[in-house]
């Protein structure tokens, strides 16, 4: 008798553990359902710097928000910009993400969310892509700077900030054609 209740409960244990490394995991399994967003997820930091796309590359401490949601920045840092003959003036205000296609934008504080100091991929003042804008920094325990190269820079793994700016590509200089 104890045996038969468990064999009729044995194949929803065998169901629910199949599903179980899904339960809690931000990645959904692969299959024909509907993914989320329309890009696809990078890989995490040293992709994104490694893009040529990106225009401009700041450490800034986001130091509040506007009413609308826009972020107030100190700029700490410039790695990266594509200012004519060197003349790059940061924004002092990030609005946020851009919509592809639309004239919306998503507001700083919806996209991230805190106040913080991060490293900031910028067209203009918006947010360069959905995905991969923005890294936090933080001090590390010997007290250099870190930088949080996950996707989305949600933290760990933390790495010197000195050996990713290294990496950083310089801009090329633009090549005249007679």
């Known amino acids: 008798m104890r045996l038969t209740f468990f064999f009729r409960r044995l194949p929803w244990i065998i169901l629910a553990t199949a599903f179980a490394r899904?339960?809690?995991?931000?990645?959904?399994?692969?299959?024909?359902?509907?993914?989320?967003?329309?890009?696809?997820?990078?890989?995490?930091?040293m992709q994104a710097i490694a893009?040529?796309?990106?225009?401009?590359?700041?450490?800034?401490t986001i130091l509040g928000f506007n009413k609308e949601g826009h972020g107030k920045i100190k700029v700490n840092a410039v790695y990266k910009h594509e200012a004519a003959k060197g003349k790059f003036v940061p924004p002092q205000l990030v609005r946020g993400y851009g919509y592809a296609g639309t004239d919306?934008?998503?507001?700083?504080?919806?996209?991230?969310?805190?106040?913080?100091?991060?490293?900031?991929?910028?067209?203009?003042?918006?947010?360069?892509?959905?995905?991969?804008n923005r890294f936090p920094i933080r001090e590390g325990k010997n007290g250099e700077l870190e930088i949080g190269v996950g996707f989305n820079g949600g933290g760990g793994p933390w790495k010197p900030l000195k050996e990713i700016i290294e990496k950083i590509p310089l801009r090329k200089a633009e090549s005249k054609i007679p």
Do not use: C, M
């Open 22 to 45: 899904h339960a809690f995991s931000d990645e959904r399994p692969p299959g024909p359902g509907a993914k989320t967003g329309g890009d696809k997820l990078p890989p995490g930091l």
């Open 51 to 60: 893009n040529p796309a990106v225009p401009t590359i700041v450490d800034a």
């Open 104 to 132: 919306r934008i998503a507001p700083l504080r919806v996209v991230i969310g805190r106040e913080g100091r991060y490293l900031l991929f910028l067209k203009g003042d918006l947010l360069h892509s959905t995905y991969n």
